[in-house]
């Protein structure tokens, strides 16, 4: 059985925090449909379009034809776990930091023979179902756990490199003004995060969210304001090396269009609050977290940035909203790239519309925010890069796949 | 044109005097930083934009010699000057912006009226044309082109919520009764009207019978505003003089100002 993760120990201050290191990280092209396939928590892989044979590890040619037309499928995720060992001595430094380290060969079912990550519930010659997953380094690996779930299996220090349970973790939830905020507190809460932080910002204004989340054990109410440089700073210096996972919520939508509304100081509020935001979070949070994620098993891990799918298309209902949406989601692969030097994986969640006062007109089917929240808190858990929450959001993404021209011109609210 | 032999003695014994400290110049300033309050509006009308601050250089690769910032906020940010066209009802007067008030009338007599007490007791008080005339029988009356300043003290509320006082029907702070402002226009012929709290009408002005008296009336009149001033307990009744040049922003409708009170020690 899974040994149950220790209770986290508050830091001794005398002992040196371990430097960040990475898993290998070179992939090659074809390696990164595994990686796309992963963000999704799709478990598919190039199949031959000729012989139908299941490839693996990826390639430009089928290994059994040598046909070149391979396309990516969704696969039967089980196998039968032929043989493991525990790695004890890597010359590469982040498996040098975590050994002994668990792997083992599964034949899977779709055919091929897989080298994966072992949970350590995981038994030789017993079923076991396989996931992609995308480790610290920002790349596909194969987890494998026993078929049927066991009880601890998410205190699995190993398979949490790869997930961000927010169980005994420290989380910062930016805005607790809005019903996602105080629903993301109350989730947190429940998946047993050690301490959820929440940010909030205009003290002078009342909200009935706020009033909730005070109650919640386990929370505490900070100041927090993104368009305010020294807000961000002075929170960040605060508990900046505390938190293990953020939430970037931020929220400000207004509703109309461009050319019949000509207002840039609405505009100015999204992209103050969207994209100006972020950057203030990354520029004093980021680099702390960095600095953390090898800090044990409840090291800083995850940076979540909640976004509307109309980042993905501008919605000329909400144009403005849309394309502020658009300008954090260019800034969130920036910080992508730069959190992933240091270990952090950097998660993006598009919403469709959800059920709120400044989506009051939005025709249905609106999300409700405590759907939304539970998604976020699954999507942490299983370590998805990309998270699709609700119809219209996975409409919107399965139409731009299609065609985007069409999709372009025919969306609305 | 000057006289070249003609020494302008009055301004050189009211330096001479400051010097002294024969008088005395008060700041009457709240310091603009990112946490200073401003007016809260219904979310869905325009905002004003928070005092917000971000650095240009810090004797650093960006500036190796220079320290400065660039800043934003609202006209209307901190201590701050209303003028007429700030109303619509002050939007066809002449020289009513900014950039075009004479710059003469940016010095002016003041009177302090002290409300402190009636303020902490109910923070909707509004003050009448009674008490500006109970206070007339003290201090005498107001000289016209005066400034009437409210002092409620209200600017030594500790936190921004405090200061703002919202709660579900609005805010609570206190301000000039409707009936006051066109008696002070033709009765004193006041210049305008300064206060300590976020705006110069009371807090829950906007449910009178005539709508933010304070900024209707007066500005239709051509008068001026100067609310979220300090420092009003340091001024005497009568006798001071304030300075409150606002920004010279073309069309502008008001602007953060620096807010200095001449008194004789």
Redesign the interface.
């Known amino acids: 059985m899974t040994t149950p993760l220790s209770k986290p120990k508050r830091k001794d201050p005398t002992k040196r925090t371990r430097i960040p290191s990475l898993p290998p990280g070179k992939r090659s092209r074809e390696a990164h449909g595994l990686t796309a396939m992963a963000a999704v928590g799709r478990f598919a892989l190039q199949v031959c379009n000729e012989c139908q044979k299941v490839q693996y590890p990826p390639r430009q040619i089928c290994s059994n034809c040598l046909n070149d037309k391979l396309f990516w499928r969704d696969v039967n995720n089980g196998g039968k776990l032929l043989a493991e060992t525990k790695l004890q001595h890597s010359n590469d430094t982040y498996f040098r930091d975590r050994i002994p380290w668990r792997l083992g060969i599964v034949i899977a079912d779709a055919g091929p023979s897989i080298v994966a990550h072992l949970g350590e519930d995981c038994i030789r010659d017993q079923r076991v179902r396989m996931s992609l997953s995308i480790d610290r380094a920002g790349n596909a690996v194969i987890t494998a756990r026993p078929e049927k779930p066991t009880q601890l299996e998410e205190d699995d220090v190993q398979l949490r490199e790869m997930a961000f349970n927010p169980k005994d973790r420290r989380v910062l939830i930016v805005d607790g003004k809005t019903e996602l905020g105080l629903r993301i507190a109350e989730n947190m809460v429940a998946a047993g995060a050690r301490d959820v932080f929440v940010g909030s910002a205009e003290p002078w204004r009342s909200s009935s969210y706020l009033d909730k989340i005070k109650d919640l054990e386990r929370t505490s109410i900070y100041s927090l304001d993104v368009t305010d440089t020294e807000s961000v700073k002075e929170l960040a210096s605060m508990i900046g090396d505390k938190v293990e996972i953020l939430v970037n919520n931020s929220y400000h939508l207004r509703m109309g269009g461009l050319v019949d509304k000509f207002d840039i100081n609405t505009a100015h509020d999204e992209m103050e609050i969207h994209y100006h935001g972020l950057m203030r979070l990354a520029a004093f949070f980021g680099p702390i977290m960095k600095l953390r994620s090898a800090d044990g098993p409840q090291g800083a891990s995850a940076w979540l940035n909640v976004l509307s799918a109309y980042a993905l298309i501008n919605n000329p209902d909400l144009a403005t909203y849309s394309a502020s949406q658009a300008a954090a989601l260019s800034l969130s692969q920036c910080l992508r790239s730069e959190m992933a030097a240091g270990g952090i994986r950097v998660l993006n969640a598009f919403t469709g519309p959800i059920e709120d006062e400044w989506q009051q007109i939005a025709p249905p089917p609106k999300l409700i925010p405590d759907t939304v929240a539970k998604r976020i808190i699954k999507g942490l858990q299983d370590g998805k890069e990309d998270i699709i929450i609700g119809a219209v959001a996975e409409e919107i993404c399965a139409r731009i796949a299609e065609n985007a021209k069409e999709i372009e011109r025919t969306i609305k609210l | 044109m000057h006289n070249e032999n003609k020494k302008p003695t009055q301004l050189l014994e009211l330096v001479t005097a400051i010097t002294r400290g024969n008088i005395k110049v008060i700041d009457l300033t709240m310091t603009l930083d990112?946490k200073v309050?401003t007016i809260?509006l219904p979310p869905e009308l325009?905002?004003s934009?928070?005092f917000?601050?971000?650095e240009i250089s810090k004797y650093n690769e960006k500036g190796p010699a220079t320290y400065w910032n660039n800043f934003s906020c609202g006209e209307h940010t901190g201590t701050h000057f209303d003028a007429p066209i700030h109303w619509i009802s002050g939007k066809d007067l002449p020289n009513n912006s900014t950039d075009t008030i004479e710059p003469e009338k940016f010095i002016a007599h003041a009177c302090v009226v002290d409300c402190c007490r009636e303020a902490e007791k109910n923070p909707d008080y509004l003050l009448t044309i009674d008490d500006v005339c109970s206070w007339e029988k003290t201090y005498g009356k107001i000289p016209p082109r005066s400034w009437l300043l409210m002092r409620t003290d209200w600017s030594m509320k500790k936190?921004?919520?405090e200061?703002?006082n919202?709660?579900?029907e609005g805010a609570h702070t206190p301000g000039p009764h409707e009936e006051l402002i066109p008696w002070l226009i033709d009765e004193r012929d006041v210049i305008g009207f300064g206060c300590e709290d976020v705006g110069t009408d009371a807090g829950q002005a906007s449910n009178f019978k005539t709508p933010m008296p304070c900024h209707h009336l007066m500005h239709g009149r051509g008068r001026f505003g100067l609310p979220a001033l300090t420092n009003l307990d340091k001024l005497p009744a009568q006798g001071t003089v304030i300075i409150t040049p606002p920004l010279k922003i073309r069309q502008g409708s008001g602007s953060p100002v620096r807010v200095l009170a001449l008194i004789e020690e």
């Open positions: 990112r309050p809260v325009g905002q934009w928070p917000r601050m971000e936190t921004p919520e200061y703002l919202l709660d579900d």
